[in-house]
């Protein structure tokens, strides 16, 4: 079975100031996929970023990167230069082994969520 | 290019009474699936369909089904509601092409209210 564990419940970050958000997970499968949503007071999950278990770079997307260690099953995002629209729950999720086009590929498990509020 | 769209955005149920949410992929999507967000479970996943034919589904009762057209929107039913049932449903789109970059792209949600 597939875990996410986000430990931090809430942050309150300055902005302007770079933040982490953690999140670990377990598998079993040797192949997975790790995303990050933002999911704001109205409600839509809006993707983030993604990481491939056998990607060799950590991935980047304009403010977000994502911190990748394999061998700690470890997915930490980063936010550079926090702003005031970035105030918002945001989830850590994992897909399995199965790469699409098999059937029964597109299973996300999310973790709890970590409410992040900026500060201005 | 329009986003994922959910109808209707909010509802308004009493507990065993059946409701209908509907859900338009974005264009060219074939793969669409179904969570349920609330606050003491977070997000689960309820099912997945492609090509009219549900692939994968999660660990919800009988009361919960779905079913997917051929223009690949999709809807999903929950019959004799319960209280429990009050949640966030959201729904998400993909391509369906291949490789594990396969991203969900998720619309605004229905939120139900059961009384």
């Known amino acids: 079975a597939q875990k996410i564990t986000q430990t931090q419940p809430g942050m309150f970050v300055q902005e302007k100031e770079a933040v982490t958000l953690d999140c670990t997970y377990d598998?079993?499968?040797?192949?997975?996929?790790l995303f990050w949503y933002k999911q704001p007071s109205s409600g839509e999950m809006i993707f983030l970023i993604y990481?491939?278990?056998?990607?060799?770079q950590n991935a980047t997307e304009g403010r977000y990167s994502l911190n990748f260690q394999k061998a700690r099953k470890s997915a930490n995002l980063v936010i550079s230069a926090s702003q005031l629209g970035d105030s918002a729950m945001y989830f850590c999720?994992?897909?399995?082994?199965?790469?699409?086009?098999?059937?029964?590929?597109?299973?996300?498990?999310f973790g709890q969520g970590t409410r992040l509020t900026i500060n201005p | 290019k329009a986003g994922v769209t959910q109808t209707p955005r909010y509802l308004i149920k009493t507990r065993g009474q059946q409701v209908t949410l509907s859900c338009s992929p974005i264009?060219?999507?074939?793969?669409v699936s179904w969570y349920q967000q609330t606050p003491g479970q977070g997000l689960q996943f309820l099912f997945e369909?492609?090509?009219?034919?549900?692939?994968n589904k999660g660990n919800f009762p009988g009361r919960f089904s779905g079913r997917q057209f051929s223009n690949s929107r999709s809807e999903m039913n929950v019959s004799t509601l319960e209280l429990g049932d009050s949640a966030l449903y959201l729904c998400?789109?993909?391509?369906?092409?291949?490789?594990?970059?396969?991203?969900?792209?998720f619309g605004p949600g229905t939120r139900l209210l059961v009384l």
């Open positions: 999720a994992m897909r399995g082994g199965r790469s699409v086009p098999i059937q029964g590929a597109q299973k996300l498990v």
């Open positions: 990481q491939g278990s056998y990607d060799e």
């Open positions: 598998t079993s499968d040797q192949s997975y996929g």
């Open positions: 998400a789109s993909s391509p369906w092409t291949s490789g594990s970059k396969e991203t969900q792209y």
């Open positions: 264009s060219g999507h074939r793969s």
């Open positions: 369909y492609f090509s009219e034919t549900q692939r």
